[in-house]
């Protein structure tokens, strides 16, 4: 796991909550405000000069103000189980397009494919490249990305990114 | 003149979101159109009058770019203007599309940034007074 990859994870998440869905976030060290939580959980993966996937966790209880807050509805007005969850990997998308630049420069190029809802045929992450966890008003979340190829000390973006201590 | 709009992502918040602050920007609007990916967004194109189409990049099917680029090879859709609106953060593909004469907004865009692309793209005169 990359520590500096970890850190802008979390950066870049809660930025892009804050601006896309006026949810403000800290961040946290351990998964401990996640436990007993029902979880929604979105990927997206992405292939260019390397492949990978991200993957955002967040309270079922957080997804109707996720959803109602980027979509900004009339009060009252309900929004279905698959608005709330097409917000979700809305935020992911914008999440991942906001990282690679950061990670691996701006001259690469990617492709991103469409986000997609983990179920229990998804495969395991063992051993993702990064993590990290926000607190958020109504639990926490956890954001991952996985890498496909042991270059976490090769990213060229993080050294520039990262600035001086 | 009322504008005419297509609206071209795979994801139906986006259109949503774009579509809000497009209402909200004071343009003065005709139709909105909408499509989930490139193939879709040429087939209203053949199908409607659109003065102005804002577009992502990543989508199934068919891209944005790849969109865009078939627009530039007929003769009768390659001056409509066209914003597009993604997470693509490669400065190599963002100069490649403004070089075709395209706008870039980069998500996430505030309703703000929105207005003033559409503002400078198609000028002030489609968009209402201001009440004093």
Request: aromatic residues 4%; proline residues 6%; hydrophobic residues 40%.
């Amino acid at each position: 796991m990359n520590p500096a990859l970890s850190r802008k994870l979390v950066e870049v998440t809660a930025d892009t909550l804050e601006k896309m869905a006026f949810i403000f976030t800290f961040p946290a060290e351990d998964v401990a405000a996640m436990e007993g939580q029902i979880q929604e959980v979105v990927r997206v993966d992405f292939s260019g000069p390397f492949g990978g996937g991200m993957e955002l966790s967040l309270p079922s209880s957080a997804l109707a103000e996720l959803a109602v807050n980027m979509l900004g509805t009339e009060d009252g007005e309900e929004l279905s189980a698959e608005q709330q969850r097409d917000a979700l990997k809305e935020l992911i998308n914008v999440v991942c397009g906001n990282v690679l630049p950061v990670v691996a420069g701006h001259v690469a190029e990617f492709n991103l494919r469409p986000p997609y809802m983990v179920s229990g045929e998804s495969p395991i992450w063992d051993d993702p490249a990064a993590v990290g966890y926000l607190v958020l008003e109504s639990g926490a979340c956890r954001v991952r990305m996985r890498i496909d190829r042991s270059l976490a000390q090769e990213l060229p973006g993080l050294d520039a990114a990262d600035g001086p201590p | 003149m009322a504008v005419n709009l297509l609206i071209v992502d795979d994801s139906g918040v986006m259109r949503s979101m774009i579509k809000k602050s497009v209402q909200m920007s004071g343009l003065q609007i005709g139709e909105i159109h909408q499509a989930a990916n490139g193939r879709e967004g040429l087939n209203a194109l053949d199908q409607h009058w659109i003065d102005l189409v804002i577009t992502d990049i990543n989508m199934p099917v068919m891209t944005g770019e790849e969109m865009i680029g078939q627009m530039h090879d007929r003769p009768d859709l390659k001056s409509i203007p066209t914003i597009v609106v993604s997470t693509e953060g490669s400065q190599t593909r963002i100069e490649r599309l403004k070089r075709k004469g395209l706008r870039f907004i980069h998500k996430p865009f505030s309703p703000e940034m929105l207005r003033d692309t559409v503002k400078d793209v198609l000028g002030s005169e489609v968009f209402y007074e201001p009440s004093a």
